[in-house]
């Protein structure tokens, strides 16, 4: 194929394995793990430094020509779909780390590096690195700053923003910032905190900081099977409300549970139950035990059938292995699946759980629920074939209706997906025009002409956008 004007300069820019032209090359990036969104980069760009970044920034951004960051495309709110006549830039060739200091338990890397890797290289330090969203094989540091991801353990230890100390970032005029840095406290304005979540609109960020945390002395992991989803949920605020520090609290219903057993991640979770409650505890062995003897006998008397518990590494992981591969499992159900993601006070679950078993009732759609309890943090999940377009018409509305749901019931559009494109026009539910217009401020004053990820997180007006957003309706593959 004959190179385009753009790609034979940014040709000149990277090495000639560093651009991606071809139709099947960019067919790949055409959407992140939300596939009802869809739209084809002009070209893909894969450098290896913080200098190619901020060259090819300059480069397009003199010629208004729309930067999509993207990490591994794990994302699942649109947030690395592309904008048309617009590049990707991914960072997967950056995945260095640069420095591990074990005495201050920190880690300088390049923001490509995939999340779970860095917990394996400072594994023999005793240390780890604590957000873990449950794609941490694959997805990357940068991903996880642009989404503020979370993860089954941030019930204890928070999302990302809490583990990020400072980022080199590229800015839209392709000049490199330093925000924050290997320190724990940085005086003035909390850039880093504006910077973390801002989803790939604020610029391109190229190296981490990260806090490390010690491996805790003791783990265990404790399964308690239910009749049913309400009485897990009644024994989570229990816990929550008797003090129970759980580092993870996660609750999985039985069309889940049967996902992940017919699949190869089986984890031999109990059968023909209502729901299945992970909890983790972690500590000194004592305090362990205390907190066990606490969520088992709350889990007893909400009506637990059956409990299993593990302290060995290899058992935990078993446990662990149905509840990260729950998505994949469910590929058993449909082709496509979508993963809604929203947050609802606890107490309020059961409640909004049963309204949004009846919309998917409604719209005649195949639901199952895996989700951060302890935060509440629902992912409801339509499993749905993308080749059957009124199918699909149901799926988006049953996802806007359960959206609506949860904000109705004093909860918010997003626990850790971030808001992409998927959400952008649900912001008004959630914030006044005030809010958003202060919002889009915030944003111009990173990125006046809108070159960075275009056409996401805050509704069009608000941005006041220049440059071509991707499409707005849901494109069939
Ligand atoms: C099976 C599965 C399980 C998941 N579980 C969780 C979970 O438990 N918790 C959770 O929070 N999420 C989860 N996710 C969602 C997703 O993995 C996270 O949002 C993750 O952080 C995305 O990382 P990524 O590298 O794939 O980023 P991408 O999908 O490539 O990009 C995500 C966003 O970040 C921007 N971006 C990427 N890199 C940079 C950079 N260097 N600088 C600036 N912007 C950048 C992109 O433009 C885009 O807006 C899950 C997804 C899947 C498929």
Redesign the pocket.
Known sequence: MTASPLVRDLLRMLEPDGVLCEPEDLLVYEC??LALFRATPEAVVLPRSTEQVAGVVRFCAARGVPI?????????????TPAPGGIV???AR?NRILDVDAEDRTAHVE??L??ADLSAAVRSKGLFYA??????F???????????????H?FKYG??VRHVLGLT?VLNDGSVARIGGPNAENPGYDLVGVFVG?????????EAWLRLTPIPPFVETLLFSFRSLLDGCRAVSEMVAAGVEAAALEMLDDRTIAAIEASVYAAGYPKEVGAVLLVELDGTREEVEAQAREARSIAKRCGALATSEAVEEAERARLWKGR?????AMGRIAPDLY?Q?AVVPRSRIAEVLAKIGAIADRHRLRLANVF?AGDGNLHPNLSYDARDADEVRRVLQAGEEMLRACVEAGGSLS????I?LEKRDFMGLLFTEADLEAMGRVRRAFDPQGV??PG?VLPLRACRERVPAPAEEPVAP
């Open positions: 992140d793990g999509v960051a993207r990490g591994a495309g794990t994302g699942l709110s649109g947030g690395a830039l991914e960072l950056m923001t490509g995939v999340n957000p873990d969203p449950s794609s941490q694959a997805s990357t540091i940068g991903g996880n700053v642009a989404e503020n991801s979370g993860g089954p941030g999302q990302t970032v801002s989803e790939g609109t604020f610029g391109i960020a190229t990260k591969s729950a998505f994949g993963v993601d951060h626990g850790e997906h971030g992409g960075f990820n996401k």
